[in-house]
T-cell receptor
Framework: ELKVEQNPLFLSMQEGKNYTIYCNYS?????LYWYRQDPGKSLESLFV?????AVKQEGRLMASLDTKARLSTLHITAAVHDLSATYFC????????????FGEGTQLTVNP | DSGVTQTPKHLITATGQRVTLRCSPR?????VYWYQQSLDQGLQFLIQ???????AKGNILERFSAQQFPDLHSELNLSSLELGDSALYFC???????????????FGPGTRLTVL
């Protein structure tokens, strides 16, 4: 059974600081996603990572994928308050009907 | 706006009742997925339909059922509701499932179900 684990689950950081969220998964996968969710809202797709060594950046967020280690990271650079949200990684396997298996989520709070 | 619509946005009902959640996928998408988000279980996959046929099943209770209609909209039926069924239910849709032209899933706004 595919399992996805994120850490930390809660992250409180100051504006201007850098931090990394980690996502480990238990079996090989076809795609890895990062989503952002604001309270009571839907999931907003941030990144889709397809292959080993993939790196994508958007603003202050950068995601990377190491398929050999089954690890993805979401790095936050110079955090700002607007980044406060819950971040989920999710793994997709085509042989499982392309369902998404989600991590527990990381609740990020950026303090002024 | 993802192009996926869900109705209703909020639903409050009592234990033992039955409700129907509706999802309209993005134009042209053949595949619909249902996910449940609760404090206890996190985000988990329930069921997937592709062009009217059930394709994959996840942790869906026997009290829950779904279908996809010829116009590709989908309904999730929840019956004999319990307090623990209170959750945010998301629908997602995608086009192609596999191969080089795969398509990611796009999520609707969700339906918040409260069982009292």
């Amino acid at each position: 059974e595919l399992k996805v684990e994120q850490n930390p689950l809660f992250l409180s950081m100051q504006e201007g600081k850098n931090y990394t969220i980690y996502c480990n998964y238990s079996t090989t996968s076809d795609r890895l996603y990062w989503y952002r969710q604001d309270p009571g809202k839907s999931l907003e797709s941030l990144f889709v990572l397809l292959s080993n060594g993939a790196v994508k950046q958007e603003g202050r967020l950068m995601a990377s994928l190491d398929t050999k280690a089954r690890l993805s990271t979401l790095h936050i650079t110079a955090a700002v308050h607007d980044l406060s949200a819950t971040y989920f990684c999710a793994v997709e396997k085509e042989t499982s009907g392309s369902r998404l298996t989600f991590g527990e989520g990381t609740q990020l709070t950026v303090n002024p | 706006d993802s192009g996926v619509t869900q109705t209703p946005k909020h639903l409050i009902t009592a234990t033992g009742q039955r409700v129907t959640l509706r999802c309209s996928p993005r134009s042209g998408d053949l595949s619909v997925y249902w996910y449940q988000q609760s404090l206890d279980q996190g985000l988990q996959f329930l069921i997937q339909y592709y062009n009217g046929e059930e394709r994959a099943k996840g942790n869906i209770l026997e009290r829950f059922s779904a279908q996809q209609f010829p116009d590709l909209h989908s309904e999730l039926n929840l019956s004999s509701l319990e307090l623990g069924d209170s959750a945010l239910y998301f629908c997602a849709s995608s086009g192609r499932l596999a191969g080089p032209n795969w398509d990611e899933q796009f999520f609707g706004p969700g339906t918040r179900l409260t069982v009292l």
